[in-house]
């Protein structure tokens, strides 16, 4: 069974409780942040660490611990479970408050480490489906634990065939996906939206990996733009880089993951890699 962190102790996934009246669950007030390890080697842990920071600053949630400790209650918590490749939920919730409205400066810190469950094959060789969906997330530089319109949005999603959900906002920009971030290429010109959106971490590995292979513009892209998209792709921890060949009703290109995107696989691939062998 699952080894996780919590409250200064290491404990199995079923004796992992938290109490009812933590303001994470009666007002969804908290924050968390997710990634994965290549070779068992936690994927830039430090940079999630310090967006979990970012998240808790922008939300006015303490800190429980500092930014090192959480760096090792990670790695010894990642050390307790016997796993080959796992996926690493670090989690700060308001705690228990006074009168269920008002935090009680007792965040609880959580450390969730559990296998990867690799996506099918078939996307990342054929690419996905997604839909837009108009909304605007509150806080978008926080990854709070509120995802109420991702939930059902990516329900809606699934309902079409999608896999993803793109937010598009009030003035009709694409924004991010419910738990990616999007990137589209106008010929060799790769785009991906710049503000109100979280900054991904695999996002800006991606931009750093392919600032010398494509023009690279960080900018507002438009619904009415799509188009003239010659291809996309989403990208978040979990899923990496995944091209995307259906946007709402419309087929990009012949409808396969275009040799641009499979490029940015290839490279994110290699670092990944390369990444997990203790480079970089
Ligand atoms: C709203 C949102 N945007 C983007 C991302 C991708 O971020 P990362 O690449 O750090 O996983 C996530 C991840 O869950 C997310 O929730």
């Given at each position: 069974m699952n080894v996780f962190y919590i409250d200064d102790h290491f404990v199995k996934e079923d004796q992992a409780m938290i109490s009812v009246n933590d303001l994470g669950l009666l007002r969804g007030y908290g924050v968390f942040d997710f990634l994965r390890t290549y070779n068992l080697r936690p994927f830039h842990l430090e940079d999630h660490i310090r967006r979990l920071e970012t998240s808790a600053r922008l939300l006015d949630l303490p800190m429980p611990r500092t930014r090192r400790q959480i760096l090792d209650i990670t790695m010894k918590t990642l050390s307790r479970n016997d796993l080959t490749e796992a996926n690493i939920r670090i989690v700060i919730t308001g705690g228990v408050s006074p009168d269920s409205?008002?935090?009680?400066?007792?965040p609880k810190l959580l450390v969730m480490v559990t296998p990867q469950h690799p996506y099918p094959e078939e996307w990342y060789r054929n690419g996905v489906a997604v839909i837009t969906t108009c909304h605007e997330r509150y806080i978008p530089g926080a990854k709070s634990t509120h995802y109420l319109p991702a939930i059902i949005a990516l329900s809606r999603a699934r309902r079409e065939n999608a896999v993803e959900a793109v937010y598009t906002d009030r003035y009709n920009r694409i924004l991010e996906g419910t738990t990616t971030n999007f990137f589209a290429f106008f010929g060799d010109h790769l785009v991906t939206p710049g503000i109100a959106v979280l900054p991904g971490i695999t996002r800006q590995v991606v931009l750093k990996l392919m600032q010398n292979e494509f023009d690279i513009d960080i900018r507002d892209i438009q619904k009415n733009e799509i188009p003239m998209m010659d291809e996309i792709f989403i990208t978040a921890s979990n899923k990496e880089i995944l091209p995307v060949v259906r946007m709402d009703d419309r087929t990009l290109g012949d409808g396969t993951p275009g040799p641009r995107t499979r490029w940015v696989m290839k490279i994110f691939a290699a670092y990944t890699c390369a990444y997990g062998e203790g480079k970089d």
């Open positions: 409205i008002t935090p009680g400066n007792s």
